[in-house]
């Protein structure tokens, strides 16, 4: 029994000591210095200005090129000839540059660049911008505020209405319901008006134009627009419909709506004629905040194809030749030459200079290098697509995804993905986005590579053609793209049928 504890007293101090080494090899390691070298990759000022100068599209270049020329004194518009100019003034800022490093140390660098956004069928002149004109340019607060006038309301009511105009939608709609305008009414124009006077004043709007604005639904909408129609037996058809069956009529019960309404199926061809001639967006018809910013599209390339052969033009028209300006340079030279005298202020304005100059090299650096690699881009885009441009036939579309342009341009696939994005391409006969040229590669039956936009081309010509009494189900689409040797599942032409925006059978049927 001794032994037995002496045995465990050995072990326990043992234990405690090989405990107190490891506390403090634990320590040992915690205090104990080293060095390690490690590469960190930082960015320069000029990639930041690269990087966000290739996200803007033409019209967005301008305005941001507009804005450094504010905001830096360094930077001009180059009047001609601005090569020779530009490279003296840069010999001259870097010497000083050099110089004044010694004297003034190291300095921050300018990054607080601030940040800055259809397919159209129209094309104008050849080498001129094509802008397509898709809204008024009258907004519809600005058309519904002037309507609103004309009514000779008191200031009580007046207030009220514009407030109501203020919350409607860019499709014109009134998404708010009334109780909660009311409430924002009290708490922030100190107004207390119930929702039942809301709806008296809302009734008023709702009678200017376009017709439908103000609704606040769907059925609303196409309603407010019926009651202005001569009262046919159609549009009391239609009416009946909206008031009494929308949700058979959404869903396309039409054989549930003859036999309800106790009418024939011409009668009903007739209603449905009414109400699919009116507008589900009425809005739409005057340009909102958003369609007012989006007004005009200008292309950022142009594509010209002429006797067999394609040619590519960077849309620079707008985009001026910038430089360094000159007396900002010899202003600092003027400071550099009287060095040993330099006061504190001499110095502060020295260092201002310097990072403008710095500022405006940098610049005009990024915006050539933007330039480059658009250039380069659509070079790599044409010429994978060289067969589109050549006949601008959707069928000649190969597959392409960033990876294929990323390899021919040596460019990263985000530089890319950059380039790609809210930028679009005049050709003879369309505007098309940049985007449109990308697409996944799908297979025949014989083994080649065809573009799945050639699918979905075919698969909307089936549709386009369908007998719209029994419209093509999802399977029938499938079978047919089979028998034409596409190898494709059901589930994907589902898919491709919902990026083309179009509904399923059931909601295509017509009578």
């Known amino acids: 029994m001794k032994c037995a504890g002496r045995r465990r007293s050995q072990i326990n101090l043992i234990s405690a000591h090989t405990a107190s080494e490891i506390v403090y090899a634990i320590a040992s390691m915690a205090l104990k210095q080293q060095q390690e070298l490690k590469q960190t990759q930082r960015l320069s000022p000029l990639q930041m200005q690269v990087i966000k100068l290739v996200e803007l599209n033409s019209v967005e270049v301008e305005d941001r090129i507009k804005q450094e020329i504010e905001d830096n004194p360094a930077l001009e518009v180059s009047d001609s000839g601005p090569a020779g100019d530009e490279d003296e003034n840069r010999e001259t800022a870097e010497e000083i540059l050099s110089q004044e490093e010694i004297i003034l140390g190291d300095y ?20 001129n911008i094509a802008e397509i004109s898709y809204y008024d340019d009258k907004s519809l607060s600005d058309s519904l505020q002037e309507q609103i006038g004309l009514l000779k309301l008191d200031d009580h009511r007046q207030l009220i209405a514009e407030y109501i105009i203020g919350n409607l939608d860019e499709n014109g709609y009134l998404q708010r319901d009334l109780q909660s305008i009311s409430d924002d009414l009290l708490f922030q124009q100190q107004i207390e008006v119930s929702p039942l006077q809301l709806e008296d004043i809302l009734y008023e709007i709702q009678d200017l134009e376009p017709a439908g604005v103000g609704a606040r639904n769907l059925r609303e909408c196409l309603l407010l627009q019926l009651e202005r129609y001569e009262s046919t037996p159609a549009v009391k058809h239609a009416r009946k419909i909206l008031l009494d069956y929308f949700e058979e009529f959404s869903r396309k019960h039409y054989d549930k709506i003859i036999r309800q309404m106790n009418i024939v199926q011409d009668e009903l061809r007739e209603a449905i004629r009414e109400i699919t001639s009116l507008n589900p967006k009425p809005g739409n018809t005057l340009g909102g905040t958003m369609q007012t910013a989006m007004n005009n599209i200008t292309p950022d390339f142009i594509v010209d194809s002429y006797n067999g052969e394609v040619s590519i033009q960077l849309n620079n028209s707008n985009i001026p030749s910038l430089q360094v300006n000159r007396s900002f340079s010899e202003m600092l030279k003027g400071y550099s030459g009287n060095r040993e005298s330099m006061s504190t ?18 610049f005009i650096d990024a915006v050539k290098q933007r330039q480059n690699t658009l250039q380069r881009t659509m070079e790599a885009i044409v010429s994978i697509q060289y067969d589109f441009f050549l006949t601008e036939d959707e069928t000649r579309l190969k597959p392409m995804i960033l990876k294929d342009v990323a390899e021919r341009t040596g460019f990263d696939i985000s530089t890319v993905s950059r380039v790609s994005n809210s930028k679009y391409v005049q050709t003879n006969t369309g505007i098309y986005p940049l985007k449109f040229f990308f697409s996944e590669a799908m297979q025949t039956n014989s083994g080649e590579d065809i573009s799945s936009r050639e699918v979905k081309l075919i698969l909307k010509e089936n549709i386009d053609n369908e007998n719209p009494v029994k419209p093509l189900t999802d399977d029938q689409l499938t079978k047919i793209l089979n028998e034409k040797g596409y190898v494709i599942a059901r589930r994907t032409v589902a898919k491709y049928r919902e990026q083309l925006n179009i509904p399923v059978a059931r909601l295509r049927k017509k009578i």
């Not at 159209?120 to 080498?127: A, C, L, P, V």
């Open 108 to 127: 921050p660098s300018e990054d607080d660049i601030p940040d800055y956004r259809l397919n159209g069928s129209d094309r104008k002149n050849e080498t």
């Open 345 to 362: 202020d001499d110095k502060q304005a020295v260092l201002f200079m310097k990072q403008k100059i710095d500022s405006a090299k940098w």
